[in-house]
C-alpha cells in the first residue's frame, strides 16, 4: 500500500520516466505509471536521485568569517591562526546556532545526508560535538547527520585533544577524521586515528596532502595501514591536492594504489582554490585534486562544501551542484560523461563513500528524493541547476518555485 508517489521522474542513465512509491518511509515500488490512490508529486520529467550527499563539511566552523581578525597578507594568509582566534568565544549555543543555518542552506540545496567533521581541540573539547548532536535529533525528519571527531591542531603531541577524541568517539561520533598536516609527527597521527578507528570499529575520513608541492605525501601510509588493517572501503581522505603537482602517469600511478588499497578521494574545490596556491603570486595552478583522473583509475571519489564563510572559504551556500560546477570549471570537464561522474560524486558515490546501505532510488532504500530542475545528471552540473523539491523519509521537506519573467501585456 504506497502512501506517497512521486510521478514522472527522470532517473540518471535511464531513458525515460518512471514513477517513485513510498511506503512507510521506504521507497516500496519504481515503475512507470503506478496505480495508487495517494497523494503524488508531479517531477514533470526532471531529473531525480536519492538525495545529495555531503561528506566533508564543517558545520561547527561556519560562519565565523565576520569575527575572525583580516588575511595579514595574500602570501601568509594565516587561516589556522585566525580560526583559533575565534574559539575560544565558542559556546555550545553559539555552535548550535551558526551550525544550524549552514545545514539550513544545505537543506534547501538538495542534501539529505551529511558526515559533518567536528574538532576537539582545546579549548573547544567536546562543545562541537554536544551541539551538532542536538542537530542531529532536531533535523532527523530532513537529514541524516554523521559526526566524524577529528584533532584540527595537533594530535600526537596533544593528550587533551587525544582525550577529548576519545569522549567524542564514546559519546556519539560515528566516524574518525584527523589532519596530519597540522601535526609534528603526521605518521604518529595516522597511526592514532587507525589505531581508534579499529578500536570503536568506525569508518575513517582524514584531510590529507593539502598543498601544491608532491615531495611527501602522506598517503602512502593511509594505503599502507588500509590494506593492513583490511579497512579497504571504510578510509576517505579530503584535499589530496599534491598529487596535482606530479606527472600525469605518477599521478595515475597512486590513484591505483588508492584504488587498490580501497581509499577515496574528496575534493574540497572551494576551499582548496581559496586556500592554495598562496606560494605564488602570478601562474598560480590550480591545486584541486582531478576527480574523474581518480575515478577513471578505479577509485571511489567525492565533492564537498568543507568550509562555509570562514578564514579558510568566506564563500559558500551549501550547494553540492555548485562545487561539482566548479570543480568541472576548474578541471576544465567538457564531456557530459565525466560531468556525469561528478554529479555521481555529489550522489551516489558520496553515499558508497559514507557506506549508507538505504541510499538511492531503488525499492527498499530510504524514502528520499531530490528533484533537480535539469533532465540529465551533466545538465544539472553544466548549469549549476537549481533544485525544485526534497523528499526525506516519505514526505516532502523542501519547495523551491521556479522563478518566472513576468512579461509586460
Ligand atoms: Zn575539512
Redesign the pocket.
Known sequence: MLDYVIRNARLPGASGTTDIGFSKGKIAAVEPKLVADAPSYDAQGCLCCGGLCET???LDKSRIADRAPPEPSREKPDQMRRVQAVKPTFTVEDIYTRAKASLEDCLKNGTTRIRT?AEIDMPVGTKCIEALTMLQKEYAWAVDLEICAFAQEGLSDAPEADKALVKALETGAKAIGGAPNYDTDHAAQIRRVFELARHYDIDIDM?VDSGHDPASLDLHLVAELTQKHNYGGRVAM??VTKVGGLPVDKQKEIAKKLAGAGVAVTA?PA?DLFVLGRHVDYNVPRCVADLNMFAEQGCNCSISS??ILNPFTPLGDGSLIRMANLHANTLQVARPERMADLFAMISERSARLMNLKDYGIKVGSQAEVTVIDAQTPAQAVAACAPILAVFKRGRQTVRRHRAELLRPQ
Do not use: P
Open positions: 566533508h563539511i564543517h567533521h584531510h579530503g584535499h574540497l576551499t568543507n568550509n
